[in-house]
């Protein structure tokens, strides 16, 4: 079957649990997480909770893109306004952000004792995309799947606080390429310009980009 993958990833994670008690880290952790899964406004179901990671999943067609970006707009700010808030308490020094992964594409769903799993190229595609090697922390990945299944180009989005800024590509060995759209948060500026990147997914390691029409 089809469905959305949609990825809430924390970045600077691994440096946070480096440097902080553990107790109190995984309080953090739970508080941060708890905040994004409040927050998400668009019923998405829950695979996995992926240490720093929410794989939210949806089957069906691919949800409005208007819906997608209040929704994240919705749970970058709660995280933002809860970090602040612990960072306060806590006297905590450490930088932690949000980024999005948005693909689309072939799923199944398994059971293992009550738990309901993801299984597909797909998911691991979603996965690799997290490694992207973009230098930004706060930012939406969104690829070409999803745009092809909306049957929409990138230009819809003509109002948010998200803007496209230039991508770098990285290449992930047997998988095919996929393009996407990369968008950086601004919080006074409005999408004004709509480009896709082309991440080559095999062991070549070109890239290529184009623009959406």
């Known amino acids: 079957m089809k469905g959305l993958i949609i990825i809430p990833d924390i970045s600077g994670f691994t440096n946070f649990v480096k440097n902080i008690d553990i107790d109190l880290g995984v309080s953090i952790t739970s508080d ?6 409040d927050s998400n406004t668009l019923d998405l179901e829950i695979s996995e909770i992926e240490g720093d990671a929410i794989l939210f999943y ?3 067609m691919p949800l409005p893109l208007k819906n997608m970006f209040a929704c994240f707009k919705k749970i970058y700010e709660a ?17 932690l952000s949000l980024k999005f992964i948005v693909h689309y594409g072939d799923i199944n769903v398994y059971n293992i004792k ?11 595609e979603s996965h690799c995309l ?7 922390r706060n930012y939406i990945l969104i690829t070409e799947d999803y745009f092809k299944a909306l049957d929409q180009a990138v230009s819809v989005v003509s109002s ?7 991508s770098s590509s990285q ?15 601004s919080s006074n500026k ?17 890239s290529e980009s184009y623009a959406f029409a």
């Open 32 to 37: 941060l997480l708890n905040e994004i899964i």
């Open 58 to 60: 949806k089957a069906g």
């Open 79 to 95: 995280f933002n306004s809860k970090f602040e808030s612990l960072k306060s308490s806590y006297n905590i020094e450490a930088d």
């Open 114 to 124: 009550g738990f309901r799993k993801l299984y597909g190229q797909t998911v691991i």
């Open 130 to 136: 997290l490694k992207n090697g973009e230098g930004n």
């Open 160 to 166: 948010s606080n998200w803007e496209y800024t230039t």
């Open 171 to 185: 290449s992930f060995t047997g998988l095919r390429k996929i393009g996407y759209s990369f968008f950086n948060y």
């Open 190 to 206: 409005a999408l004004e310009n709509y480009h896709a990147e082309s991440v080559e997914m095999n062991t070549a390691g070109r």
